[in-house]
C-alpha cells in the first residue's frame, strides 16, 4: 500500500521561508516522478513541483520558480520543498504525490498517490 506523509507545514510572514518534507513507502517502480501540489480554498489543485528520481530532473510551475526548490533525500522516497519569499498567494494545502512518470506532470491525474497535505499559510 502506498503511503505518502507531508510534513513542515506552518504559518509565516510574506518573505519568509518553510520547507515541507514528504516520506513515502510502498510504491515499488525503482523510479518515479514525485511532486508538490497545492490548492487554496475555492480553488483547483495546481502543480508546483516535480522530480524524476532517475535523473533528477525538476520541473516547475511558473509561479514558483526561482523562489521554490525541490529536492530528493539521501533515501530517495524522502521528498522536500524548499520555499523562500514565500508570498500570501502561497498560502495553501500543500499534497506529496507519486506516479510512475513525469509526462504532464502538473495535470492532476488519477494515476497519482496522494498524501493527506499540510497546512501552509503566508500573512501579509
Known amino acids: 500500500q502506498v503511503q505518502l506523509v507531508e510534513s513542515g507545514g506552518g504559518s509565516v510572514q510574506a518573505g519568509g521561508s518553510l520547507r515541507l518534507s514528504c516520506a513515502a513507502s510502498?510504491?515499488?517502480?525503482?523510479?518515479?516522478?514525485m511532486g508538490w501540489f497545492r490548492q487554496a480554498p475555492g480553488k483547483e489543485r495546481e502543480g508546483v513541483a516535480a522530480i524524476y528520481t532517475a535523473t533528477g530532473s525538476t520541473y516547475y510551475a511558473d509561479s514558483v520558480k526561482g523562489r521554490f526548490t525541490i529536492s530528493q533525500g539521501n533515501a530517495k522516497n524522502t521528498l522536500y520543498l524548499q520555499m523562500n519569499s514565500l508570498k500570501p498567494e502561497d498560502t495553501a494545502m500543500y499534497y506529496c504525490a507519486v506516479k510512475r512518470f513525469c509526462y504532464s506532470w502538473y495535470v492532476v491525474q488519477e494515476d497519482y498517490y496522494w498524501g493527506q497535505g499540510t497546512q501552509v499559510t503566508v500573512s501579509s
Open positions: 510502498g510504491y515499488t517502480p525503482l523510479y518515479y516522478c
